[in-house]
């Protein structure tokens, strides 16, 4: 028989109060019970919290046909439009994940890594000249969105449109408020006329990139999709998104989860010497003296431990949000209320003492082949698990590691040792205090 849930907090009001001032590390601290699932009032809808790694995968992958996406995804729909991340489960979206996945392949990915290497290179020219002070967090957001869009688009967005990065961060924070309301409220963001300018301005900068890629000869994301309608593969009767949408969708899921990783990997380093030392080991053991090149990045295995252990601490996607369907009742052995929302608290599973040995410390070396093995399966999932698991894992973990490969041995990233993120919750996880630099040579 099914069980009943535990009520973690029945004073509704203070529920949403925590979790809309904190939607980072209110529901890791609801889940840290004994129970698998814990529930939380709000004051118009049930909230399921769990950071249990058997009841993620439930709602993920063997029960995942009892779940929708939540009302944040309706939100977000409204602003990027209908493509890949946005859509529901079913055959529309089985149709565009065919569509999109060659992309990623094997193949086409040695293009990208070679893309990836070059934009590193090349980035030198944006570093601030030696010893002046500079933002770290802003260097390397602008480094994030260019190799991201060398890659979607075959050139640089950032060079015509440099309120890019800005715009984009502000419209996500706006999102955001709006997604961790759990009230059922209108959308009303894109009426103000602030948000409307900063999501045309968006719009715009993306039409007229689409524009120029799918004019030029290089590989890249929009010319890929066109390239697929064209092959008539597709099923007509099915609904096929816009180039436009799938480019806006690819960019909301890959821009900001990969700049803040990329980011604290080097807030980590600064804080772990020892770390950086190993690092530094490793990229003069397979370098050495020759050019960076994609054969160099598939063999630095403790520079990947180092990503990974940092999307550990730092899941970008610290949380993911599903709805349960309105005919169902019984999920995890337990009953649960139709159409309420299931938070899988990521950050809380990540940081799990139950799971993990010393958990609030930074440990690359967990991560390294010959120690990675875990005590319970699923406890690492920053990228999601199932279906709809992330499609630019390797794509991220790749652009992080170019950069490392180019410039751990050559330069140091100085952060005053004083330094401590604030984090704020855009609808992946995002930085509010700049992060004070100076770069010097080795
Ligand atoms: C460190 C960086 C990244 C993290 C932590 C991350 C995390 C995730 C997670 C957790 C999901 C699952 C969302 C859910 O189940 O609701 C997801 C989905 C997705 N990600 Fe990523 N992501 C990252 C980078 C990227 C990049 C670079 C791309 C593309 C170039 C990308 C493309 C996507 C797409 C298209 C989906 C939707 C897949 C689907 O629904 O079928 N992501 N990501």
């Known amino acids: 028989m099914a069980k009943k849930i535990e009520i973690y907090n029945k004073n509704s009001w203070l529920n949403l109060f ?19 699932i814990v529930s939380i009032k709000l004051p118009h809808n049930h909230v399921y919290v769990t950071d249990n790694p058997d009841c993620m995968h439930a709602c993920l ?29 079913g055959p529309d979206w089985v149709q565009d994940k065919k569509r999109i996945m060659p992309f990623f392949h094997k193949e086409s990915f040695n293009t990208i890594l070679n893309n990836f290497l070059k934009t590193s290179i090349e980035f030198e020219n944006y570093f601030p000249p ?25 050139m640089d967005i950032s060079k015509d449109y440099p309120y890019f990065i800005n ?9 955001n408020q709006q997604y961790y309301s759990f009230l059922k409220l209108p959308l009303k963001a894109p009426f103000y006329p602030k948000f409307r300018k900063k999501l045309d301005y968006i719009n715009y ?24 309608q064209n092959q008539n593969q597709l099923n007509q ?12 969708n690819m960019l909301i899921a890959s821009f900001k989860t990969t700049s803040i990783a990329h980011i604290m990997v080097w807030v980590l380093l600064n804080k772990h ?52 369907k309105p005919n169902i009742n019984e999920f995890f052995n337990y009953e649960v209320e139709p159409n309420a929302l299931i938070i899988l608290a990521i950050r809380g599973l990540h940081r799990n003492p139950k799971y993990w040995h010393k958990p609030l410390e930074f440990i690359p070396e967990r991560f ?54 604030v984090f704020k919750p855009t609808i992946s996880l995002n930085i509010s205090n700049s992060i004070p630099c100076k770069i010097q040579l080795f």
Do not use: W
């Open 18 to 36: 925590h979790l809309k001032q904190n939607p980072i590390e209110y529901p890791s601290k609801v889940a840290l019970s004994n129970n698998p």
């Open 61 to 89: 992958v063997s029960e995942s046909t009892k779940f929708m996406k939540s009302e944040g995804n309706q939100i977000l729909k409204t602003l990027v439009g209908h493509g890949i991340f946005t859509m529901e489960d």
């Open 130 to 154: 030696l010893q002046s002070k500079c933002n770290l967090d802003l260097l390397l957001k602008k480094y994030t969105l260019q190799s991201s869009s060398q890659a979607l688009f075959g």
């Open 167 to 175: 715009y984009l961060d502000s419209i996500m924070f706006t999102i």
């Open 205 to 228: 900068a993306i039409q007229d990139l689409m524009h120029d890629s799918l004019h030029s000869d290089r590989t890249n994301f929009a010319y890929h999709l066109l390239n697929s």
């Open 237 to 248: 009767s099915l609904y096929i998104p816009s180039i436009k949408d799938e480019v806006m």
């Open 273 to 324: 010497p020892q770390v950086l030392k190993r690092v530094i080991q490793e990229l003069e053991q397979v370098i050495g003296k020759e050019n960076v090149e994609v054969q160099h990045l598939y063999r630095l295995k403790y520079c990947r431990a180092v990503i990974l252990e940092t999307l550990r601490l730092y899941p970008p996607a610290y949380n993911l949000v599903r709805k349960i």
């Open 368 to 421: 390294l082949d010959n120690e990675k093995k875990f005590n319970h399966e699923h406890i690492f999932i920053p990228f999601g698990l199932g279906q709809r698991t992330c499609l630019g894992a390797e794509f991220a973990m790749s652009q992080i590691l170019a950069f490392l490969a180019v410039y751990a041995t050559k330069y140091q990233f100085n952060i005053p040792p004083n330094f401590t993120p």
